[in-house]
């Protein structure tokens, strides 16, 4: 059993810590939920309120940006909040056969947005000038898009945050710091908001989700000293790895048992 708790806690606070330098932490204490027994879709639920603390954290960093344009930050995170309540409450209506028949997608989806992220973001900045006129039909594109970004993060949340920064420079943001303050308070607001149904359908750990969260905010706030001593590019690419492999290890077990 303690060995359980350290493995939960290990995790997490390595989680928290990659958070803090280059994202992805979900591939690492995701893996670690599943891997001490915990069922898919209750791992899935504790492991996103388990970072919750983490992203909060972020977000109060950030708070400087956000009176800049109080509007659009509002704009977002109510269509944020409600496209991540639909995807939880997809998710609790989802078999956990289907998840993990599925899982090994939305682990795939996650990890080709992570390892891609530069060129997503470059991809769509580079089509902002097409939509230079066409303000009214880029607005309808992006609202979309992040409506679909917030139902993947409520019913999954691995790689919400890089397709976000995506959609944020669909609209026309170019300051990355603008671009990271909306991100995590947006990734923040969804990961609160889905809180609601996964109490009330009883399937977050409290116990493991507590350890969880407790090892996260410590590696958290241990990266924000290490972030200028540790490249980001060695950090990303064991993110990479570690989720690519996780998505190989759930596509052998979905097709072989």
Not at 111 to 132: D, G, I, M, P, Y
Not at 238 to 248: D, K, N, R, W, Y
Request: some cysteine.
């Amino acid at each position: 059993m303690f060995g359980k708790y350290l493995l939960i806690f290990g995790a997490a606070l390595l989680a928290g810590g990659i958070n803090g330098i280059a994202g992805g932490g979900s591939f690492i204490l995701f893996p670690a939920l599943l891997s001490v027994g915990i069922p898919p879709i209750t791992a899935n639920a504790t492991n996103a309120i388990a970072l919750l603390p983490g992203t909060l954290a972020s977000a109060g960093a950030y708070r400087n940006e956000f009176g800049k344009d109080r509007r659009s930050l509002i704009q977002v995170c109510v269509l944020g909040m409600i496209g991540g309540l639909l995807g939880a409450i997809l998710l609790l209506r989802t078999p956990s056969a289907t998840f993990l028949q599925i899982l090994p997608y939305l682990l795939l989806t996650a990890t080709l947005a992570f390892a891609f992220s530069n060129q997503l973001t470059k991809l769509v900045e580079h089509q902002q000038s097409r939509f230079a006129n066409l303000q009214g039909l880029r607005t309808v594109i992006t609202t979309i898009l992040q409506l679909v970004v917030a139902v993947y993060g409520g019913f999954f949340g691995g790689g919400m945050g890089i397709l976000f920064l995506a959609t944020f420079a669909l609209m026309g943001m170019t300051n990355i710091n603008r671009m990271n303050a909306y991100k995590v308070l947006l990734t923040s607001c969804i990961n609160a908001v889905i809180i609601f149904p996964f109490v009330n359908a009883g399937i977050i750990l409290w116990q493991e989700g507590t350890i969880a969260a407790i090892g996260a905010s410590i590696g958290g706030y241990i990266s924000a000293y290490y972030a200028q001593k540790i490249a980001p590019i060695i950090v990303r690419r064991f993110v990479i790895v570690v989720g690519s492999a996780m998505t190989l290890y759930f596509f052998v077990k979905s097709w072989f048992g």
